[in-house]
């Protein structure tokens, strides 16, 4: 079944622990991409990829990492999380980058809460 | 100004009722357009994309005006299972060939009623 598989789904912590959310497809999708989802201002993008070790910061790349060692896998990285980024947090993949009519698969989100 | 704007509603109306959104995006580079719909506290699923002549999936017609940089989404005969919030979605390829940048409305959430 193709998927893209995010995990943890949720996840409480605290403020500075550092925290990895994973991020897998099975599509062999070149584009990947994260948003964080919250109240009043819709889905904001963090970072992209347009393939293998190609990464560029979205709108709210601030307190974020992110790699892509491999096509499949593009895990988000919270150095120090603090409590601005308690969100819901998506990532999300498609065939290529920026071309006409292709729909984005999403995860099932992680809900993530920084105490 | 953000660069997608949607009302985010809520829009509560009875079943069969016809529901129109609207979108208007600020970008003119803005290449790709899409509908998603998303249920609460789920992914955000694509529901159509939107063509430059318009375009209709069933109960769903999708509308683009490049002019006024608007775009439109109508369900006809809405179903309790169309309660969902439904998201304007514009892709913007600022540079040729460098990859699109996704720029989602903060959605509108439609609430259909028996």
């Known amino acids: 079944e193709a998927q893209v598989t995010q995990n943890p789904r949720y996840l409480i912590t605290v403020t500075g622990k550092k925290l990895t959310v994973t991020c897998s497809q099975n599509?062999?999708?070149?584009?990947m991409s994260w948003y964080r989802q919250d109240p009043g201002l819709g889905l904001r993008q963090i970072y992209y990829?347009?393939?293998?070790?190609?990464?560029d910061k979205g709108d709210v790349p601030e307190g974020y990492k992110v790699s892509r060692k491999e096509k499949r896998n593009f895990p988000l990285i919270l150095e120090s999380p603090s409590p601005n980024q308690t969100s819901l947090y998506f990532c999300?993949?498609?065939?290529?980058?920026?071309?006409?009519?292709?729909?984005?698969?999403f995860g099932d989100g992680t809900r993530l809460s920084i105490l | 100004r953000k660069e997608v704007e949607q009302d985010p509603g809520p829009f509560n109306v009875p079943e069969g009722a016809t529901v129109a959104f609207n979108c208007t995006y600020s970008?003119?580079?803005?290449?790709?357009f899409f509908w998603y719909r998303q249920d609460c506290r789920k992914e955000p699923k694509l529901l159509m994309s939107?063509?430059?002549s318009g375009n209709e999936d069933g109960r769903f017609t999708a509308q683009l005006n490049r002019a006024s940089q608007y775009i439109s989404l109508l369900i006809r005969d809405s179903k309790l299972s169309d309660s969902a919030t439904y998201l304007c979605?514009?892709?913007?390829?600022?540079?040729?060939?460098?990859?699109?940048?996704?720029?989602f409305g903060q959605g509108t959430e439609l609430s259909v009623k028996p």
């Open positions: 999300a993949s498609s065939l290529y980058a920026g071309e006409g009519n292709q729909p984005q698969h």
């Open positions: 599509m062999n999708h070149e584009y």
């Open positions: 990829s347009m393939n293998v070790e190609v990464t």
């Open positions: 970008n003119s580079a803005s290449q790709s």
């Open positions: 939107v063509y430059s």
């Open positions: 979605v514009v892709n913007i390829h600022e540079i040729y060939n460098q990859g699109g940048k996704l720029i």
